[in-house]
């Protein structure tokens, strides 16, 4: 089992950043992609970034890319996604997920997080 436990949501006018964290614990953590989810109020949950298990590899939405950077401390057992430019489109509760493959990470994660709300405001 992996538990995960996002950090850093909150409220925050367009234009502007935020930086969400998600600590690991269970497993060790450079055997596991990493990625990020967020579902917007009446949308389905949709894909916005991954990370390989060495970090090596990074993997964004199109909608996200150049705007949002997701990075990983194996030695911390954390993973960030760094959010910036933020639109009210941005809106949604953003998921921590886990799986052991970044194919597999980018799709059906086997582990999740609680998820923490993002909110952007015009």
């Known amino acids: 089992q992996v538990q995960l436990v996002e950090s850093g949501g909150g409220l925050v006018q367009a234009g502007g950043s935020l930086r969400l964290s998600c600590a690991a614990s269970g497993r060790t953590f450079s055997n596991f992609a990493m990625g990020w989810f967020r579902q917007a109020p009446g949308k389905e949950r949709e894909f916005v970034a991954a990370i390989s298990g060495g970090g090596g590899s990074t993997y964004y939405a199109d909608s996200v890319k150049g705007r949002f950077t997701i990075s990983r401390e194996n030695t911390k057992n954390t993973v960030s996604l760094q959010m910036n430019s933020l639109k009210p489109e941005d809106t949604a509760v953003y998921y921590c997920?886990?799986?052991?493959?970044?194919?597999?990470?980018?799709?059906?994660?086997?582990?999740w997080g609680q998820g923490t709300q993002v909110t952007v405001s015009s």
């Open positions: 997920a886990a799986a052991r493959s970044s194919v597999v990470v980018t799709t059906t994660p086997n582990y």
